[in-house]
C-alpha cells in the first residue's frame, strides 16, 4: 500500500514526457518545434560569438547563476570566474571555433538539456553537453551549464589514462 502511493505521488510529480520532434528537427523531445528552436538560438549565438571574439555576446547567453566545466580538471567556473578567464583573450580579439553537429536537445516546460558534437581545428572531435532554462515570461533561453569535453576511443582510453596519472604523479 505505501509502495503504491509513492508511485503514484512520484508520477504525479514526475514532468509530462516529451513529445516526439517535428520531421526535419534536430531536437527530440521538444513541446514543439518553436521551443526547441528557440532553446538552440543561445547556444548558436554561444558559438559564433566565441569565433568573433565577441566577449559581450558571448557572456549574454550564460545565466548569471551559469557554470562553465572545460576540458581540464581545474576548469569548474561559475560564470564570474569564467568571464576573468575569458573576457582578457576576447579583448585582446582572439576567440576560439568549435563547430556544433548532431546536436540533440530535448525540452521539457522551461528546462532544455542537450549534447552535441563538436569540430574544433585544433582538438578535432569534441563534446558539449549542459542545461539551459527559459528565464522570462518572453520565451529567452539562458545558458545554465555547459560541460566541454574530449571524446577518447574506447579503445585508447588506458593510454589517454595512464598518460593523466604519469602527469599527476609529476
Same mark, same amino acid.
Given at each position: 500500500?505505501?509502495?503504491?502511493?509513492?508511485? #503514484?505521488?512520484?508520477?504525479?510529480?514526475?514532468?509530462?514526457?516529451?513529445?516526439?520532434? &517535428?520531421?526535419?528537427?534536430? &531536437?527530440?523531445?521538444?513541446?514543439?518545434?518553436?521551443?526547441?528552436?528557440?532553446?538552440?538560438?543561445?547556444?548558436?549565438?554561444?558559438?559564433?560569438?566565441?569565433?568573433?571574439?565577441?566577449?559581450?555576446?558571448?557572456?549574454?547567453?550564460?545565466?548569471?547563476?551559469?557554470?562553465? @566545466?572545460?576540458?581540464?580538471?581545474?576548469?569548474?567556473?561559475?560564470?564570474?570566474?569564467?568571464?576573468?578567464?575569458?573576457?582578457? #583573450?576576447?579583448?585582446?580579439?582572439?576567440?576560439?571555433?568549435?563547430?556544433?553537429?548532431?546536436?540533440?536537445?530535448? #525540452? &521539457?516546460?522551461?528546462?532544455?538539456?542537450?549534447?552535441? %558534437?563538436?569540430?574544433?581545428?585544433?582538438?578535432?572531435?569534441?563534446?558539449?553537453?549542459?542545461?539551459?532554462?527559459?528565464?522570462?515570461?518572453?520565451?529567452?533561453? %539562458?545558458?545554465?551549464?555547459?560541460?566541454?569535453?574530449?571524446?577518447?576511443?574506447?579503445?585508447?582510453?588506458?593510454?589517454? @589514462?595512464?598518460?593523466? %596519472?604519469?602527469?599527476?604523479?609529476?
Amino acid at each position: 500500500m505505501i509502495i503504491a502511493l509513492f508511485a #503514484v505521488l512520484a508520477l504525479q510529480a514526475a514532468p509530462p514526457p516529451p513529445t516526439a520532434p &517535428s520531421a526535419g528537427s534536430d &531536437s527530440i523531445g521538444a513541446t514543439t518545434k518553436g521551443d526547441a528552436d528557440a532553446a538552440a538560438a543561445p547556444l548558436d549565438r554561444m558559438h559564433q560569438a566565441a569565433a568573433q571574439a565577441d566577449g559581450a555576446t558571448y557572456f549574454a547567453q550564460f545565466s548569471d547563476t551559469a557554470r562553465f @566545466v572545460g576540458t581540464d580538471a581545474s576548469e569548474h567556473w561559475d560564470i564570474a570566474a569564467f568571464k576573468a578567464y575569458a573576457e582578457p #583573450v576576447f579583448a585582446r580579439g582572439q576567440g576560439w571555433t568549435y563547430r556544433p553537429y548532431d546536436r540533440t536537445l530535448i #525540452v &521539457s516546460g522551461d528546462v532544455a538539456w542537450f549534447d552535441e %558534437k563538436l569540430d574544433n581545428d585544433s582538438y578535432g572531435a569534441l563534446r558539449g553537453s549542459g542545461l539551459l532554462r527559459r528565464t522570462s515570461p518572453e520565451g529567452e533561453w %539562458k545558458i545554465e551549464q555547459y560541460v566541454l569535453s574530449f571524446t577518447v576511443p574506447n579503445d585508447r582510453a588506458r593510454a589517454v @589514462v595512464a598518460l593523466i %596519472k604519469s602527469d599527476a604523479a609529476d
